[in-house]
């Protein structure tokens, strides 16, 4: 059984930047397609990006691309989001999700391709 535990959020202000971590357990990490999604108070869970895990090509929701930059550390079986710019937006609960390594990239977007996930960690911009 895969765990995953997320750390770094926190409070910051809008132009800032913060770095997510997910630490897997119980599962190799590179084995999977790892994710990390959002959810803002009373709105869907909504895609940020995800790494194919079969030719390393990332993959990022619309309001996030050249801001949002998604890596993977095999060798310490850690998945980061480096979060720059941050706007009052992209406050939410952010989630890592680990799914099969095979998965194709219209799949990468749609959460119930994903079969771990972490708990979550607060992230807010505000000034």
């Known amino acids: 059984q895969v765990q995953l535990v997320e750390s770094g959020g926190g409070l910051v202000q809008p132009g800032g930047s913060l770095r997510l971590s997910c630490v897997a357990s119980g599962g190799t990490l590179s084995t999977y397609t790892m994710a990390w999604f959002r959810q803002a108070p009373g709105k869907q869970r909504e895609f940020v990006g995800a790494?194919?895990?079969?030719?390393?090509?990332?993959s990022y929701t619309g309001s996030v691309k050249g801001r949002f930059t998604v890596r993977r550390d095999n060798a310490k079986n850690t998945w980061y989001l480096q979060m720059n710019s941050l706007e009052p937006e992209d406050t939410a609960v952010y989630y890592c999700a680990a799914g099969s390594g095979g998965m194709i990239t219209s799949s990468l977007p749609v959460a119930s391709m994903y079969q771990y996930w972490g708990q979550g960690t607060q992230v807010t911009v505000s000034s």
């Open positions: 790494l194919k895990r079969s030719s390393g090509s990332a």
